[in-house]
């Protein structure tokens, strides 16, 4: 991970992580309320993003505009990206230095539908927030909210802002559930071209259908 002497870099605000945005900073506060350290805040921010916005892997759009945090804001569900660029943004605004981490994720517990759409249970470039608290980076990963855990049986994912917070291994009946595959490290802007050009190779059905405006989860 990139040395921690220099941590401008991690509050900058950018195309994608705005957390220089009005409507950002104005979450981000709200969500903070009644925390004094960097650690409560980040704590209250990560639940904030993690249930406020619904989980939908079907969410994913191309677009640079889908990936911008304060559009992803008013959105009512996303996937694990943009709600990683949100965090992310919400950390900046309130002066926690954060960044991006993303890894190839098998899920063991994907629905039929999906697999059909993907044509693979490997979820590529999965990601998560990298918050630098008391002295070193966190991982928190904010994408699957408490009602969606509760429907499928999925241990929610907890944020202490000491340990890492990764998806896990086994869900709530002990079958296996999520196996990190490939890490692509650490960013501290959104590499969209690069993950959308890796994405369209890798799920062509499921890009053929964004590109002809079909409805995705009426398709399958």
Not at 43 to 67: C, N, T, W
Not at 155 to 184: A, C, I, Q, R, W
Request: charged content about 25%; hydrophobic content about 40%; proline content about 4%.
């Amino acid at each position: 991970m990139k040395g921690t002497t220099d941590l401008s870099e991690f509050l900058t605000p950018t195309k994608f992580i705005d957390s220089d945005s009005d409507s950002i900073k104005a979450f981000a506060n709200q969500a903070i309320a009644g925390a004094k350290t960097d650690k409560e805040k980040a704590i209250k921010l990560y639940y904030a993003v993690r249930d406020a916005i619904r989980y939908d892997p079907y969410k994913l759009q191309p677009g640079e505009e889908h990936f911008i945090a304060s559009n992803i804001l008013v959105s009512e569900s996303n996937y694990c990206i943009p709600k990683a660029v949100l965090l992310t943004a919400c950390a900046r605004s309130v002066g926690i230095p954060a960044q991006l981490g993303f890894s190839d994720v098998r899920n063991h517990l994907s629905t039929q539908k999906l697999l059909d759409l993907l044509e693979t249970d490997v979820f590529m470039w999965h990601g998560y927030s990298v918050l630098y608290l008391e002295g070193k980076w966190v991982k928190a990963t904010p994408a699957f909210n408490i009602e969606m855990c509760t429907r499928f049986g999925v241990k929610p994912l907890e944020f202490n802002g000491v340990d890492d917070s990764f998806m896990h291994e086994f869900n709530e009946e002990d079958k296996k559930h999520m196996e990190y595959l490939t890490d692509y490290g650490f960013f501290a802007d959104l590499p969209h071209e690069r993950i959308i050009t890796s994405l369209k190779s890798s799920y062509p059905k499921f890009f053929a259908l964004v590109e002809n405006n079909k409805s995705i989860k009426d398709s399958f």
